[in-house]
């Protein structure tokens, strides 16, 4: 009877030990946007194509982890300053902020609603984006690796000024037309900063 008791203790302990160490294995952490985040915008004029870009956003997220395996993202957001976006041209710059209505609307924001994670290094990831005031969902096909403790992404998604109830700007008394369509990128790191309770 000792020796059946002793055994029954052994095996609740190591059921209890095999439980915790697994979920110390799957941990969920607080992470927030580390460095200077790269992201972009594209599109194309009568003129010639063009490209601006911001290196200024900040952004958290809830990241699940198998040790260095990225296995979801619970949520995410990202807060860019919509002034902060630069062509490296005044006069285009000003045409940019004044379609995304900068004054009344100074902030582009993306809140994730699902991330789906389709092999090693490839996810999808959806969420609403707010630009010029209006929200909409936006698809973004996504890379990602870990090194250290940083987890990277990439990503692209298409969407258009119309989307967004945005005209696509002109220029030259309107002998400059722009695209209606653009390529959204980005590549970000985030680094951790609290872990959560474990699942």
């Known amino acids: 009877m000792k020796n059946f008791n002793l055994i029954k203790t052994l095996s609740v ?11 110390t294995l799957l941990a969920q952490d607080l ?17 010639h194509d063009w490209e601006m870009a911001s290196a200024q956003a900040q952004g958290k997220a809830e990241i699940i982890m198998d040790g260095n395996t990225l296995k979801g993202v619970k949520s995410a957001t990202v ?7 630069k062509s490296g041209t005044d006069k285009m710059d000003a045409l940019a902020y004044e379609s995304l209505k900068t004054s009344k ?17 490839r996810a999808q990831a959806i969420g609403n984006m707010t630009i010029a005031g209006t929200t ?4 973004f096909n996504v890379q990602t690796s870990t090194k250290s403790d ?23 008394l ?26």
């Open 79 to 85: 807060i860019m300053k919509s002034a902060s976006i």
């Open 105 to 121: 609307f100074p902030e582009i924001t993306f809140v994730l609603t699902s991330f789906r994670v389709l092999d090693n290094n």
């Open 174 to 199: 309107g002998t400059v037309k722009t695209g209606n369509e653009l390529k959204l990128s980005f590549k970000v790191s985030f680094q951790p900063t609290t872990t959560l309770s474990k699942n």
């Open 13 to 23: 302990f190591v059921l209890i030990l095999g439980l915790s160490f697994g979920n």
């Open 31 to 47: 992470y927030k946007l580390a460095g200077k985040p790269e992201l972009k915008v594209k599109g194309t004029s009568t003129l």
């Open 136 to 139: 909409k969902p936006v698809t």
């Open 150 to 172: 940083l987890v990277n992404m990439t990503g692209e998604a298409n969407i258009k000024f119309t989307d967004f109830n945005i005209k696509p700007p002109t220029a030259l």
